[in-house]
Protein backbone atom coordinates (compact mmCIF):
# COMPACT_ATOMS: atom_id res chain seq x y z
CA UNK A 1 0.00 0.00 0.00
CA UNK A 2 1.49 3.29 -0.98
CA UNK A 3 1.60 5.58 1.36
CA UNK A 4 2.86 9.31 1.85
CA UNK A 5 2.59 10.80 5.10
CA UNK A 6 3.55 14.50 6.16
CA UNK A 7 4.06 15.95 9.27
CA UNK A 8 5.04 19.21 10.76
CA UNK A 9 3.11 21.63 9.86
CA UNK A 10 1.34 24.01 12.54
CA UNK A 11 1.18 27.71 13.52
CA UNK A 12 3.97 29.87 13.60
CA UNK A 13 4.54 33.81 13.94
CA UNK A 14 5.92 35.38 10.25
CA UNK A 15 9.98 35.12 10.82
CA UNK A 16 9.45 31.81 12.49
CA UNK A 17 10.62 28.32 10.96
CA UNK A 18 9.28 25.09 10.84
CA UNK A 19 10.25 21.90 9.36
CA UNK A 20 8.06 19.39 7.59
CA UNK A 21 8.74 15.71 6.73
CA UNK A 22 7.05 13.04 4.74
CA UNK A 23 7.52 9.38 5.13
CA UNK A 24 6.85 7.27 2.48
CA UNK A 25 6.08 3.61 1.91
CA UNK A 26 4.71 0.77 -0.47
CA UNK A 27 6.99 1.51 -3.05
CA UNK A 28 10.85 2.38 -3.96
CA UNK A 29 11.36 5.76 -2.83
CA UNK A 30 14.79 5.82 -3.75
CA UNK A 31 13.78 5.56 -7.78
CA UNK A 32 11.96 8.93 -7.51
CA UNK A 33 12.59 12.46 -7.76
CA UNK A 34 10.18 14.45 -5.20
CA UNK A 35 8.14 17.23 -4.45
CA UNK A 36 6.75 19.87 -2.28
CA UNK A 37 3.61 21.48 -3.33
CA UNK A 38 1.49 24.06 -1.90
CA UNK A 39 -2.01 25.02 -2.10
CA UNK A 40 -3.47 28.10 -0.63
CA UNK A 41 -7.50 28.51 0.03
CA UNK A 42 -8.84 30.04 -3.75
CA UNK A 43 -5.14 29.53 -5.33
CA UNK A 44 -3.88 27.14 -7.87
CA UNK A 45 -1.81 24.42 -6.65
CA UNK A 46 2.35 25.81 -6.56
CA UNK A 47 5.20 23.67 -6.97
CA UNK A 48 7.52 25.05 -4.37
CA UNK A 49 10.46 22.79 -4.08
CA UNK A 50 11.83 19.42 -5.78
CA UNK A 51 14.86 17.12 -5.65
CA UNK A 52 16.02 14.16 -7.30
CA UNK A 53 16.56 10.61 -6.44
CA UNK A 54 19.40 10.69 -5.19
CA UNK A 55 19.02 14.44 -3.80
CA UNK A 56 21.54 15.98 -6.11
CA UNK A 57 19.69 17.92 -7.75
CA UNK A 58 17.31 20.48 -6.34
CA UNK A 59 14.90 23.63 -7.58
CA UNK A 60 12.57 26.07 -5.69
CA UNK A 61 9.91 28.57 -6.62
CA UNK A 62 11.36 32.09 -7.01
CA UNK A 63 8.79 32.76 -3.99
CA UNK A 64 10.40 30.34 -1.53
CA UNK A 65 14.44 30.62 -3.07
CA UNK A 66 16.78 31.32 -0.40
CA UNK A 67 14.60 30.43 2.64
CA UNK A 68 13.41 26.86 1.99
CA UNK A 69 15.76 24.09 2.02
CA UNK A 70 14.75 20.74 0.52
CA UNK A 71 16.32 17.09 1.47
CA UNK A 72 15.99 13.67 1.65
CA UNK A 73 17.13 10.36 3.13
CA UNK A 74 16.66 7.51 0.95
CA UNK A 75 17.84 5.40 3.89
CA UNK A 76 14.78 6.18 5.84
CA UNK A 77 12.27 7.07 3.08
CA UNK A 78 12.09 10.56 3.94
CA UNK A 79 11.48 13.93 2.30
CA UNK A 80 12.11 17.32 4.19
CA UNK A 81 11.02 21.03 3.61
CA UNK A 82 13.38 23.58 6.16
CA UNK A 83 10.96 26.91 5.72
CA UNK A 84 12.54 29.85 7.40
CA UNK A 85 11.65 33.37 7.72
CA UNK A 86 8.81 32.53 7.13
CA UNK A 87 5.85 35.20 5.65
CA UNK A 88 1.92 35.10 5.95
CA UNK A 89 1.99 34.54 1.83
CA UNK A 90 3.70 30.64 3.02
CA UNK A 91 0.49 29.88 4.38
CA UNK A 92 -1.65 26.73 2.68
CA UNK A 93 -1.35 22.98 2.74
CA UNK A 94 1.65 21.64 1.99
CA UNK A 95 1.62 18.16 0.13
CA UNK A 96 4.47 15.90 -1.06
CA UNK A 97 4.53 14.24 -4.31
CA UNK A 98 6.45 11.15 -5.81
CA UNK A 99 7.25 12.47 -9.38
CA UNK A 100 7.50 9.18 -10.78
CA UNK A 101 4.77 7.22 -10.13
CA UNK A 102 2.57 10.71 -9.00
CA UNK A 103 1.80 9.21 -5.67
CA UNK A 104 0.71 12.18 -3.19
CA UNK A 105 -0.03 12.74 -0.07
CA UNK A 106 -2.75 14.30 2.64
CA UNK A 107 -0.99 17.39 3.31
CA UNK A 108 -0.03 19.51 6.21
CA UNK A 109 -1.35 23.18 6.97
CA UNK A 110 1.47 25.45 7.74
CA UNK A 111 -0.44 28.64 9.03
CA UNK A 112 1.74 31.79 9.58
CA UNK A 113 0.42 34.81 11.08
CA UNK A 114 0.76 37.02 14.81
Known amino acids: QVQLVESGGGLVQPGGSLRLSCAAS????????MNWYRQAPGKERELVATISSGGSITNYADSVKGRFTISRDNAKNTVSLQMNSLKPEDTAVYICNARLWDYWGQGTQVTVSS
Open 26 to 33: GFTFSKSG
